[in-house]
């Protein structure tokens, strides 16, 4: 799955964690980088994966926790985060329709990494608090 999500056919990525033996590992760490780096480049990105792991959300209680997107910016990331598969739209059949965003099991796993860079974050913020 890696090897085609990041462009590059390297079944041993998986096999070994990313560590690869030979001469294409750099091409592959560089492309996992690179779609990291877009990833999170987004600005919005964040706030809609934090909000969501709180639980299921309609479309205005995103809005309302995120208060500096606009709703056509909402909605735009919250399409390419379901192309992307973090998050799923589950629609109601109820009137008028009701529509629920919800992370996949991925989205779920990227507490993880929301984690880790809270804990890098703060650390940073001591060093160079303490470096002033």
Same mark, same amino acid.
């Given at each position: 799955?890696?090897?085609?999500?990041?462009?590059?056919?390297?079944?041993?990525?998986?096999?070994?964690?990313?560590?690869?033996?030979?001469?294409?590992?750099?091409?592959?760490?560089?492309?996992?980088?690179?779609?990291?780096?877009?990833?999170?480049? &987004?600005?919005?990105?964040?706030?809609?994966?934090?909000?969501?792991?709180?639980?299921?959300?309609?479309?205005?209680?995103?809005?309302?926790?995120?208060?500096?997107?606009?709703?056509?910016?909402?909605?735009?990331?919250?399409?390419?985060?379901?192309? &992307?598969?973090?998050?799923?739209?589950?629609?109601?059949?109820?009137?008028?329709?009701?529509?629920?965003?919800?992370?996949?099991?991925?989205?779920?796993?990227?507490?993880?990494?929301?984690?880790?860079?809270?804990?890098?974050?703060?650390?940073?913020?001591?060093?160079?608090?303490?470096?002033?």
């Amino acid at each position: 799955m890696l090897d085609f999500v990041f462009g590059v056919h390297c079944p041993q990525a998986v096999k070994h964690r990313y560590k690869v033996v030979g001469g294409r590992s750099g091409q592959f760490a560089q492309r996992v980088a690179a779609f990291v780096s877009d990833q999170l480049r &987004n600005v919005a990105l964040l706030p809609i994966i934090a909000s969501l792991l709180f639980g299921k959300k309609r479309f205005s209680e995103l809005e309302k926790e995120i208060p500096k997107i606009t709703p056509r910016m909402l909605s735009k990331e919250l399409r390419d985060l379901e192309a &992307n598969g973090m998050v799923r739209r589950v629609v109601h059949d109820t009137v008028p329709v009701t529509i629920i965003y919800e992370l996949t099991e991925s989205g779920q796993s990227f507490r993880k990494v929301l984690e880790v860079m809270l804990e890098w974050g703060m650390e940073h913020r001591k060093r160079v608090m303490g470096a002033s």
